[in-house]
């Protein structure tokens, strides 16, 4: 039964995320037309800046939710403790709001510094205090109905939040804000989350008024302060490159980088969509002892993220050309190694869940706060050198030294593999070799579905010689329902 149900949320949410995130991507084509590729680069570097202050804002207390579940336990459980989930999820989401207002008080006492730092007016840097506490707030309520596999809950709060955003955004864009689209763009995305924002707070309260703050903060805070750390290390590797490249070359670069990840949300939303479910089924695993289904259940999560991945660098050609107009063929170049480092963020995801197990969360900072710096150093010697297209490069380089840091780190915390070490390397192998195989046959589109149709057949066989068993249960389950 349990398995059935890690099941149905892994198939919910990726469904779900797939609806509401295909939402955001089919109008990528529509943004991509009323706004200037200058106006699309702005935007982007406003999100860029999110990814920073919803860590600043949000203190990374939804990574905390999971273990705080199984640290603390839920009044259902009849713990008898005086500390429980409840009171922590409660308390913490009030004090991501505290948090937000001193955030934006600081910003209006020390107004000049904040423009001339982040190169945005008064009125985007408090839209953007607000959209960073509305995306920490829902993190939170995701990473809470996730550890009872509630996929429903998730898609309807994200469908809420993807359509409103978009409609709202859409309507600013063509009706008021026609010279500076991205004002439109900025103020559709806030005015919507920070309204759920304001639902996700009722909610919470009415399940438990905040108690004990002194101690669920302590605890809470020491949990996620290297998270934080690790976070915005994150955002750097991730977002900042855009910042860069709007810096170093201007706004209409920035905005054609932006564009071809965009292209990567495809893998992107799959693995996030899939991360919420493997994590907490990781723990109950982990809480077992079942090393062997860990390492089993791993690799095949691998084959199908490196399917999906292979895919799409092979049709990304065509991609760009559906989803953009010729302002943004240029993308084409950068979508390939940006879904192959991709890749290896998703392998990162794999052993990183056992430091958030084993509480060891200050390496996660370590390593990230490392891979960043690197990252910028080298993106501004090959930005001046090569141009924006040596971004992707340098992520792709990056991120493989970031994975490799966290697989042997998740070794040294638990003493041995807990995922297959051969998986692993034919993954990577096989994810690179695929990337220079699309970058040889951009102009060759029948030898790159030919490629395609080749590693569909082979994955298919590999999953069927492996997993036959399994497979036919499967089938005899459904037949005698």
């Not at 892994?10 to 991507?25: A, D, H, V």
């Not at 949300?265 to 907490?280: C, N, Q």
């Amino acid at each position: 039964m349990k398995e059935n149900c890690v099941l149905k949320a892994g198939i919910g949410y990726t469904i779900g995320n797939y609806l509401i995130k295909g939402l955001t991507f089919l109008t990528i084509p529509i943004f991509a037309r009323i706004m200037s590729a200058s106006d699309y680069g702005t935007y982007n570097i406003f999100v860029a800046y999110e990814g920073i202050f919803v860590y600043l804002i949000g203190i990374g207390f939804e990574t905390s939710l999971k273990k705080a579940y199984f640290k603390y336990g839920s009044l259902d459980s009849n713990s008898g403790l005086p500390l429980h989930y409840e009171g922590y999820a409660s308390t913490v989401v009030s004090i991501i709001f505290v948090n937000a207002l001193i955030w934006i008080s600081l910003a209006l006492l020390f107004r000049n510094q904040a423009t001339k730092l982040l190169q945005l007016d008064i009125p985007s840097i408090v839209m953007l205090m607000l959209f960073s506490m509305g995306n920490a707030v829902v993190l939170c309520y995701n990473a809470d109905v996730s550890i009872t596999y509630n996929y429903k809950g998730y898609v309807k709060l994200g469908a809420i939040n993807a359509i409103g955003s978009i409609a709202l955004s859409i309507l600013l864009m063509t009706l008021v804000f026609k010279e500076k689209t991205y004002l439109g763009r900025m103020l559709g995305s806030t005015s919507v989350i920070t309204l759920l924002a304001f639902f996700i707070l009722f909610f919470f309260l009415r399940i438990h008024k905040p108690e004990h703050i002194k101690e669920y903060i302590s605890w809470g805070v020491r949990f996620c302060l290297p998270v934080v750390q690790h976070g915005i290390g994150q955002v750097i590797l991730v977002n900042f490159d855009r910042i860069m490249i709007g810096r170093m070359i201007g706004s209409e670069a920035s905005g054609i980088y932006s564009f071809a990840y965009n292209i990567f949300s495809i893998i992107y939303v799959t693995y996030r969509s899939l991360d919420p479910v493997w994590g907490t089924w990781f723990f109950e695993r982990m809480n077992e002892g079942n090393y062997g289904a860990i390492k089993k259940y791993s690799s095949i999560y691998m084959l199908v993220i490196l399917l999906l991945s292979s895919f799409i660098m092979l049709m990304s050609p065509e991609l760009v050309i559906l989803l953009g107009s010729s302002k943004y063929s240029d993308a084409i170049y950068c979508v390939i190694p940006i879904i192959a480092g991709g890749f290896f963020t998703f392998l990162y995801s794999l052993p990183c869940q056992v430091e958030y197990y084993r509480e060891k969360t200050k390496h996660l900072a370590l390593a990230t706060v490392c891979a960043a710096l690197v990252n910028i150093i080298l993106n501004y010697i090959f930005i001046q050198k090569i141009g924006y297209v040596a971004v992707a490069y340098t992520t792709l380089a990056t991120y493989i030294l970031y994975f490799l840091f966290h697989f042997f780190l998740a070794y040294k915390i638990e003493g041995k593999h807990l995922f297959s070490r051969k998986a692993i390397i034919a993954c990577s192998l096989i994810i690179l070799c695929v990337s220079a195989l699309a970058l040889c046959t951009l102009r060759f589109v029948l030898v790159r579905y030919g490629i395609i149709v080749v590693m569909l057949v082979g994955g298919s066989l590999y999953v069927w010689k492996a997993h036959r068993e399994m497979i036919m249960k499967l089938i005899n389950r459904h037949q005698t329902k």
